[in-house]
């Protein structure tokens, strides 16, 4: 059993930085493939960005490629989603998850976190 908790979300003005967390209880972390997604009001949830376990491989949506970066420190049970240069459509509720092994989409995610909202001002 795994169980996800994210943190970090917040109000942050355009152009700004937030650094989200989630960290991970349960002995399976290291063997999964993490991931970042979002729900924007009135919005499907979409993919955001994943990784393995190893960190070696990493994938990005388009919109936010070059402004997040993923990272996870698996002695901390930790998958990080760093976030620059945010902007106001960047807005929703992010939620990490995670799947033993393989590619991570959004139909693919057996563990979820319960969100944090992050607020981007004009």
């Known amino acids: 059993q795994v169980q996800l908790v994210e943190s970090g979300g917040g109000l942050v003005q355009a152009g700004g930085s937030l650094r989200l967390s989630c960290t991970a209880s349960?002995?399976?972390?290291?063997?999964?493939?993490m991931g970042w997604f979002r729900q924007a009001p009135g919005l499907e949830r979409e993919f955001v960005t994943s990784i393995r376990w190893n960190g070696g491989s990493t994938y990005y949506a388009d919109s936010v490629k070059g402004r997040f970066t993923i990272s996870r420190d698996n002695a901390k049970n930790t998958v990080y989603l760093q976030m620059n240069n945010l902007k106001p459509e960047d807005t929703a509720v992010y939620y990490c998850?995670?799947?033993?092994?393989?590619?991570?989409?959004?139909?693919?995610?057996?563990?979820w976190g319960q969100g944090t909202q992050v607020t981007v001002s004009s």
């Open positions: 998850g995670g799947r033993p092994w393989g590619d991570l989409s959004l139909r693919q995610v057996d563990y």
């Open positions: 349960g002995r399976t972390f290291s063997w999964l493939t």
